[in-house]
C-alpha cells in the first residue's frame, strides 16, 4: 500500500483547497480512509474520515461545515475539499487507510485504527 497526499500550498484566509489522496496499489478502495492533521507543535489530530462506499462521513468539530470528505473508487482516491480556511488550518494533513472493517465512530477517528499513512502535504493559511 502506498498513499500518496497532494494539493497543499499557501492560500489566504477564506480561500480553498482540495487534498487529494492516491492508493497507487488499489486496496483502499475496500476500506475506511482519513485525513489527520498536524501543526506545529501540536500532536497529530483527527479531520475527517469515510466508509468505504462513502455513505459514512465524520469529521471533526473544527471542521464540520467548511470540509467535505470523499471518494472515487473507480480513482482508488479520497479527496478532503477546504472551504473557508482559517490560519488555524495551518498543518501537515495525512491521508490513512485502515485495514480492517468496523463501523465504530471511535475506529473513524482514532489514529490508531489506521495501519497505512501517506507522506503528508503541508497546507498554510495565512491570515
Known amino acids: 500500500v502506498q498513499l500518496q497526499a497532494s494539493g497543499g500550498g499557501v492560500v489566504q484566509a477564506g480561500d480553498s483547497l482540495r487534498l487529494s489522496c492516491e492508493d497507487s496499489?488499489?486496496?483502499?478502495?475496500?476500506?475506511?480512509m482519513g485525513w489527520f492533521r498536524q501543526a506545529p507543535g501540536k500532536e497529530r489530530e483527527f479531520v475527517a474520515a469515510?466508509?468505504?462506499?462513502?455513505?459514512?462521513?465524520h469529521y471533526a468539530d473544527s471542521v464540520k461545515g467548511r470540509f467535505t470528505i470523499s471518494r472515487d473508487n473507480t480513482k482508488n482516491s479520497v479527496f478532503l475539499q477546504m472551504n473557508s480556511l482559517k490560519a488555524e488550518d495551518t498543518a501537515v494533513y495525512y491521508c490513512?487507510?485502515?485495514?480492517?472493517?468496523?463501523?465504530?465512530?471511535?475506529?473513524?477517528?482514532?489514529?490508531?485504527?489506521?495501519?497505512?499513512w501517506g507522506q503528508g502535504t503541508q497546507v498554510t493559511v495565512s491570515s
Open positions: 496499489g488499489g486496496t483502499s478502495k475496500q476500506y475506511t
Open positions: 469515510v466508509s468505504w462506499s462513502g455513505s459514512t462521513t
Open positions: 490513512a487507510m485502515r485495514d480492517y472493517y468496523s463501523g465504530s465512530y471511535t475506529h473513524y477517528v482514532s489514529e490508531s485504527a489506521y495501519k497505512y
